[in-house]
């Protein structure tokens, strides 16, 4: 083997064990519906945001039972047992430790363990653009204006905190 090819593999090795990774933290937190799904039902609802968007009771209403929804199929999806998601976390890493141990770089094997995950990560995002479709919906012109424009807010601040 080149010194190339091995360095190639070896990068290839450690991108695919960084991704892997990464993943896997987010689900085992519960998912990324919890760090913006979750916060933006909050957001929406809280009292001083329903007052400056002048939300009607029945929009409310509405946004709570969108909320409720996406907060359901989230559960369905990640499923409610503990134990037997810690028991997939632990399977996977389990194939990641093989795959990465193993004499040769199983390629198939590795995508087969990447696209596991990236199809879970496609669904969490298709619900979460559902939910916000939904909610733009629920919104007239002018409250989705000023919601746009509370966002953007929100989003700088977010990252001068991070920053």
């Known amino acids: 083997m080149t010194k190339v090819n091995a360095l190639s593999k070896l990068v290839l090795i450690c991108g695919l064990a960084t991704a892997t990774l990464g993943a896997g933290s987010v689900l085992a937190k519960g998912g990324m519906h919890d760090k913006q799904g979750h916060s933006q039902a ?19 209403t509405k946004l709570e039972a969108i909320f409720e929804a996406q907060k359901t199929q989230m559960k369905a999806l990640r499923g409610d047992d503990k134990e037997a998601r810690k028991a997939q976390r632990e399977a996977h890493k389990a194939k990641m430790d093989a795959l990465l141990s193993a004499p040769t770089f199983d390629e198939n094997a590795a995508k087969e363990l990447l696209n596991a995950r990236h199809e879970k990560g496609t669904e969490i995002g298709l619900i979460k ?3 916000q479709h939904q909610v733009m919906q629920v919104l007239n012109a002018e409250q989705q204006e000023k919601f746009a424009k509370m966002q953007k807010r929100m989003g700088k601040k977010h990252r001068k905190q991070r920053d």
């Open 129 to 131: 653009l559902k939910t």
């Open 42 to 60: 909050r957001f929406l609802l809280s009292e001083r945001v329903a007052d400056k968007l002048d939300l009607t009771d029945e929009q409310q």
